[in-house]
C-alpha cells in the first residue's frame, strides 16, 4: 500500500527535536540529498544539528559503520561522540 511519508516541515508540526549529528557523504547516493536537506531544516528550526558531509564518492552509505577501521570512519566516530559529549 502507499504510505504517505512526512516531510521535515511536518514533522517539526508534531515534534520537537534533540541535538542531532548527521553524517554523509558523495559517496552516499541513497541519502546525500535528504541528509543536507534535513540539516537545513533542522538549523533553520533552530535544533542544535551538526553535518559531516564527507567529499568522497568511494564512502557508501553507512561507511562508517560498513567499515568502522577506515580512517574516515574512525574520525567520524570521533566527531560523533565530541558532539554527544556535549549532552
Do not use: C, I
Amino acid at each position: 500500500p502507499y504510505v504517505n511519508y512526512l516531510t521535515m516541515e511536518q514533522l517539526f508540526e508534531k515534534t520537537t527535536f534533540p541535538p542531532m549529528f548527521l553524517v554523509t557523504s558523495k559517496g552516499d547516493y541513497m541519502a546525500v540529498r535528504q541528509t543536507v536537506g534535513a540539516y537545513d531544516v533542522l538549523k533553520a528550526k533552530g535544533v542544535d544539528a551538526e553535518l559531516l558531509n564527507w567529499d568522497d564518492e568511494t564512502l557508501p552509505h553507512a561507511f562508517s559503520v560498513l567499515e568502522p577501521d577506515k580512517a574516515e570512519s574512525v574520525e567520524t566516530t570521533q566527531k560523533m561522540l565530541a558532539f554527544l559529549n556535549k549532552y
